[in-house]
C-alpha cells in the first residue's frame, strides 16, 4: 500500500519568513496530493491540492509543488503569520484503492 | 448534508463498556474513513469505506474495533469492551469518490474512565 513521510515533524519560523514542508510517497499509481491543516483542538481542513497533471498550483501565501519523477511534493507557505501556526498534513491518494493516505504531520509555529 | 457530521461530540464511558460512535457523511460521498488522533498526534488511519464495503480496515487495532456503513451513507464504529488507552478523538472524513478531497467531521472525544 502507499506509505507517505512528512519532513519536518517540527518547524519553527519568525514571522514574515516563509515555511516548507516536504513530503515523499511510494506509489506512483497516486495522483491526488491535499494538505490539510490543523489547529488546536479543531479538526482537519483541506487548505491546498494538486493533482498529477500539474507541477505547481498557488493560492496566495500557499503553494504546493509536485515532482513525479522523484514522488514527492511540497508545501510553501510564504510571509507567515502567528495564526498560520497550527499541524500540517499532507496525503496522497489515487492508487489501487484509492484509499486517502496521510503523513504524520508538521507543527508549525510561526513567532510574532 | 451541509458538511459531516459526527455523534456524539463527545463520550464518556466505564472501562468495559461498549461504545458506537456515529458519522453522517456528506450526501453523495462514497468513500468514507475513520481516524483517531491522541492528544498532540497524528492521525491513525482505522477504516476505509467504498460504498458500503471496506477494502482496508487494517488499521483496526484490536478485534474490540468493528465498523458498519449501511445504504452507502451512515457508518457506526462500534469499540467492545473499552479499555483506557481507547481515549482518543475520532474523526470521520467522506469524499466523493476517494479520489479527492476528504472533509472531516468534528470527531467524537471518546474518554475510558
Known amino acids: 500500500g502507499e506509505n507517505v513521510e512528512q519532513h519536518p515533524s517540527t518547524l519553527s519560523v519568525q514571522e514574515g519568513d516563509s515555511a516548507v514542508i516536504k513530503c515523499t510517497y511510494s506509489d506512483s499509481a497516486s495522483n491526488y496530493f491535499p494538505w490539510y491543516k490543523q489547529e488546536l483542538g479543531k479538526r482537519p481542513q483541506l487548505i491546498i491540492d494538486i493533482r498529477s497533471n500539474v507541477g505547481e498550483k498557488k493560492d496566495q501565501r500557499i503553494a504546493v509543488t509536485l515532482n513525479k519523477t522523484a514522488k514527492h511534493f511540497s508545501l510553501h507557505i510564504t510571509e507567515t503569520q502567528p495564526e498560520d501556526s497550527a499541524v500540517y498534513f499532507c496525503?496522497?491518494?489515487?492508487?489501487?484503492?484509492?484509499?486517502?493516505?496521510f503523513g504524520k504531520g508538521t507543527l508549525l509555529t510561526v513567532n510574532p | 448534508g451541509a458538511g459531516v457530521s459526527q455523534s456524539p461530540s463527545n463520550k464518556v464511558t466505564e472501562k468495559g463498556k461498549d461504545v458506537e460512535l456515529r458519522c453522517d457523511p456528506i450526501?453523495?460521498?462514497?468513500?468514507l474513513y475513520w481516524y483517531r488522533q491522541s492528544l498532540g498526534q497524528g492521525l491513525e488511519f482505522l477504516i476505509y469505506?467504498?460504498?458500503?464495503?471496506?477494502?482496508?480496515k487494517s488499521g483496526l487495532p484490536s478485534d474490540r474495533f468493528s465498523a458498519e456503513r449501511t445504504g452507502g451513507s451512515v457508518s457506526t464504529l462500534t469499540i467492545q469492551r473499552t479499555q483506557q488507552e481507547d481515549s482518543a478523538v475520532y474523526l470521520c472524513?467522506?469524499?466523493?469518490?476517494?479520489?479527492?478531497?476528504?472533509?472531516f467531521g468534528q470527531g467524537t472525544r471518546l474518554t475510558v474512565v
Open positions: 496525503a496522497a491518494s489515487g492508487g489501487s484503492n484509492y484509499k486517502l493516505t
Open positions: 450526501s453523495g460521498h462514497t468513500a
Open positions: 469505506f467504498q460504498g458500503n464495503s471496506a477494502p482496508d
Open positions: 472524513a467522506s469524499s466523493l469518490l476517494g479520489e479527492g478531497a476528504a472533509f
